[in-house]
């Protein structure tokens, strides 16, 4: 019995070989970000940069695996931004920013291509992940978008893992907290995020797929912008601002959120993919590096195509992001050099 099942599994690799092998399946790529920013080469320690460079590999890696075994770029996208979550380095879950009482309040966006289903959430406190909210509020709930306390009684009875406020907090984020009320203090300004210290703490965390069945995925999860005032909701969790998913394109973006929405950045881009027959690469360019820099913003965007084709471009000093392309390539940049 053994020896037919040996012979069954050889002669199904030998029909695979015959067809083509893996060659003959779709091609599947990933993208993820970290989040844009004023990300200081000369600031950055060695063992920091490499912890965050393993973090991203980590959220690549796993997430390749679930598309080159088969799976749905909506796991995939779904299996990334949790482990970026979960790792302190980033603006997302735990290691969030602190609004301007101190607390950490987090926002999250998923979106599928193919079906248009979506789902987000905003001001959650309590929810380890939440982006398995944002999920579960499209898969399990008739709504697209979630908020504050009903989010997480429903992320609750979902049987999400909750978590208390203080799980979110670091050190390292307590400080620039500390730090950046001080300076809002002393400007007199501490009613509203200051552009100019704005752009040094983006971190929100971000990935785009595409699967064997070549339908694509977008999802991005934050802390929102550091000292934002109670009740602030970004560009993340707005669909069509900070992501967006259709059958030709995805989108997951990072940096001053106000203007990602007013411009909605990541439909626009994807509309220019689709209505326009632009390249992703020029669609991204043309949001990312014109429309939001004219109006006064900044940040970057991951976004791919139905082919496989990923663009990242960003108009801050960098943008922590990382592929592994149609072609099965591994790529992990921090500054727009590419290093
Ligand atoms: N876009 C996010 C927001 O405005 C911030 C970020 O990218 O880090 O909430």
Redesign the pocket.
Known sequence: MGITIVCRAVALWMLGVALGGAHARAPVAIAVHG??GTIDRSSMSAEKREQIELALTRALRNAHSVLSSGGSSLDAVTTAVVLLEDSPHF?AGKGAVFNAEGRNEL?AAIMEGHSRRAGAVAALTRVRNPIRAARAVMEASPHVFMIGAGAEQFAREQGLDMVSPGYFRTNERWRQFQEARREAESDRKADAPRPEAASDY???VGAVALDQHGHLAAATS?G??IMKRYGRV???PVIGG?TWADDRCAVS?????EF?IRSAAAHEICARVRLAGASIGDAAAGVVLNDIPAMGGN?GVIAIDAAGTIAMPFSSAGMYRGTIDADGEITISIWADGE
């Open positions: 989040g844009a603006n926002d983006y971190g929100t934050t929102g912008m970004g560009d993340v900070g973006a990072t940096g001053w959120g990602f940040g």
